[in-house]
């Protein structure tokens, strides 16, 4: 007979780089105006496992944190600032799905990125655990199910702003084009690029964390309050950021790489309109240094205010412009592109 506590139930999700539209899938903007987004999903992965045990209660530990906590078994752990994500996505599949007292476990997770940094930390975390317990229970999820309870969880039970792209990248993985409507729809449209187009673009893109983290949520909310509030100019901005990402679109489907600078840079400054705090000083110094050495764009990732920048480095500029960044005190993150999204398993 399988000893069950012996089984180890694991997953693992991609993190993102968002390329082109970033924020038109964030409500109210996507429900009233429809958004669309160009991402593509990277060699850094959320983590999780899930292990049985006989020593009663639930463990759960982020081990790239150094945080940990320890319950009796309950059918509801509490929601208080540490370890929320976890607990969250328990709470969620506790309520829908049921797990037995019996069920005692040691729930660990590990992100290649820190949160904040602007790869979809957060959500793709989200993902992962979800799949962990996918794993464990067999649940009967799709990869549209999945994204959209790791939404659901983040969005409504944890109430943490943000939009709907992430978790659906960290399922889907791969470059995707993806479009945001009301009531909750997306659609995702996988891009067929030629793979020496995939490469060019692997090859040009730095990516350069400028060791700084920030809470997405406040960028993400003064957002919405531009929206909510009609705010011309920043509305306008996300009107432009949604055709970038078309833009986008056409010019790696075309192997119009030589654009892809110009159509970054674009989008560098349209979505400074969208919130005063999506850039800095520190950022803007940066940018313009990354410009004088050879990129010819680049783009904050994420909701901005710091964590992860991306530049495109045509020909072989791509050396001189990582020689220049080292004056800034961040750290150059070697990636590779990656196809696949969600991956879950179990071992012994």
Request: glycine content about 10%; hydrophobic content about 35%; charged content about 20%.
């Amino acid at each position: 007979m399988l000893n069950l506590t012996n089984m180890i139930y694991r997953s693992k999700a991609p993190l993102r780089i968002g390329l082109a539209g970033g924020g038109t899938d964030v409500s109210p903007y996507s429900d009233e105006f429809g958004g669309a987004i160009l991402n593509a999903t990277i060699s850094l992965s959320a983590n999780a496992s899930i292990e049985p045990t006989n020593n009663g209660g639930i463990f759960i530990q982020a081990l790239d944190r150094k945080e940990e906590q320890h319950f009796d078994f309950a059918k509801e752990l509490p929601i208080n600032g540490v370890l929320d994500l976890s607990k969250g996505v328990y709470n969620r599949i506790q309520k829908d799905y049921g797990i037995s007292s019996l069920q005692n476990f040691t729930l660990s997770t590990y992100v290649d990125a820190p949160a904040g940094s602007g790869l979809g930390t957060s959500s793709t975390l989200v993902v992962a655990i979800i799949g962990a317990f996918v794993e464990m229970l067999k649940l009967p999820l799709g990869d549209y199910d999945i994204a959209h309870y790791a939404f659901d969880i983040e969005r409504n039970d944890l109430k943490l702003a943000g939009g709907k792209q992430d978790q659906y990248a960290a399922t889907f993985g791969g470059v995707n084009f993806m479009e945001f409507y009301a009531d909750d729809k997306v659609i995702v449209n996988p891009l067929r690029i030629r793979t020496e187009y995939l490469s060019e673009l692997e090859n040009n893109l730095v990516l350069y964390f400028t060791a700084t983290s920030r809470e997405s949520a406040t960028i993400i909310k003064e957002q919405q309050k531009n929206v909510l509030q009609k705010n011309e100019k920043s509305i306008e901005a996300m009107h432009q950021l949604k055709e970038q990402a078309k833009m986008m679109k056409e010019a790696l489907l075309k192997g119009k790489l030589h654009e892809i600078g110009e159509i970054l840079d674009y989008g560098f400054q349209q979505k400074r309109r969208m919130a005063d705090n999506i850039s800095n000083s520190n950022i803007e110094n940066i940018y313009e240094a990354a410009k004088k050495a050879g990129a010819t764009g680049g783009k904050i990732s994420g909701a901005g205010g710091g964590g992860f920048m991306v530049f495109y480095c045509p020909a072989n500029s791509r050396y001189k412009v990582i020689d220049t960044l080292q004056n800034f005190g961040g750290v150059i993150k070697p990636y590779s592109f990656t196809k696949s999204g969600l991956k879950t398993w179990t071992t012994q």
